[in-house]
């Protein structure tokens, strides 16, 4: 079955930048994308960016295209997700996602399907 | 920044059936499939419809999901306790170069 599993939990100081890892198995990993979510506490799920692993062709949340790269490692069916210059405000759970749907590289066209048991980063002074 | 519109709180009891709204505009429900996920507490979401009223296997046909022009609704009939949770809409948004945008997130709770 699908397994998606993501690295521990991070400490930061703010202007620091935080690298999270998302580990999966059980289908094959070029064949669907991987989107990441994060969720701050008491607020709304909200959507970072996404990546084609199949080419590494990316898209971002205009919101966070300055500060944000997801990354893929075909060879370990690994996604990353890395976020620069952390706020207080980042601090959030945040989620990868493998997600499903008919038209499986076109973003809008899906649904979240497989998600990651979440990475906490806490960004404190 | 567009946002998707959810009452913060609904409840019902056992047996019930309970609906929640999402309310949104033409750039995101109005253009845009829906999907709705439910989280338990300190776990990650799951999916329970989507493309507006799709369940994926293993959902029970207690719930149910529609649309209709800028809004779109989940209903849960014969409520359990284990239904309570917090529920989101979710969908792509066509503004700002595109991006996916979850509702604030309903608490159902059950009395």
């Known amino acids: 079955q699908v397994q998606v599993v993501q690295s521990g939990a991070e400490v930061r100081r703010p202007g620091a930048s935080v690298k999270i890892s998302c580990q999966t198995a059980?289908?094959?990993?070029?064949?669907?994308?991987i989107h990441w979510v994060r969720q701050a506490p008491g607020q709304r799920l909200e959507w970072l960016g996404w990546?084609?692993?199949?080419?590494?062709?990316?898209k971002y949340s205009q919101k966070f295209q300055d500060r944000i790269s997801i990354t893929s490692d075909t060879s370990t069916t690994t996604a990353f997700m890395e976020l620069r210059s952390l706020r207080f405000e980042d601090t959030a759970i945040y989620y990868c996602?493998?997600?499903?749907?008919?038209?499986?590289?076109?973003?809008?066209?899906?649904?979240?399907?497989?998600w990651g048991q979440g990475t906490l980063v806490t960004v404190s002074s | 920044q567009p946002v998707l519109t959810q009452p913060p709180s609904a409840s019902g009891t056992p047996g019930q059936r309970v609906t929640i709204s999402c309310s949104g505009s033409?750039?995101?429900?109005?253009?845009?499939?829906v999907s709705w996920y439910r989280q338990l507490p300190g776990t990650a979401p799951e999916v329970l419809i989507h493309t507006n009223n799709q369940r994926p296997s293993g959902v029970p046909g207690r719930f149910s999901g529609s649309k209709s022009g800028t809004s779109a609704s989940l209903a849960i009939s014969g409520l359990q306790s284990e239904d309570e949770a917090d529920y989101y809409c979710?969908?792509?948004?066509?503004?700002?170069?595109?991006?996916?945008?979850f509702g604030a997130g309903t608490k159902l709770t059950v009395l």
């Open positions: 059980g289908y094959t990993f070029t064949n669907y994308p």
């Open positions: 990546i084609i692993t199949a080419n590494g062709d990316t």
């Open positions: 979710a969908t792509w948004d066509d503004s700002l170069n595109g991006f996916w945008v």
């Open positions: 033409r750039s995101n429900i109005g253009s845009n499939t």
């Open positions: 996602v493998r997600p499903d749907g008919t038209m499986i590289v076109v973003p809008k066209e899906v649904h979240f399907q497989h």
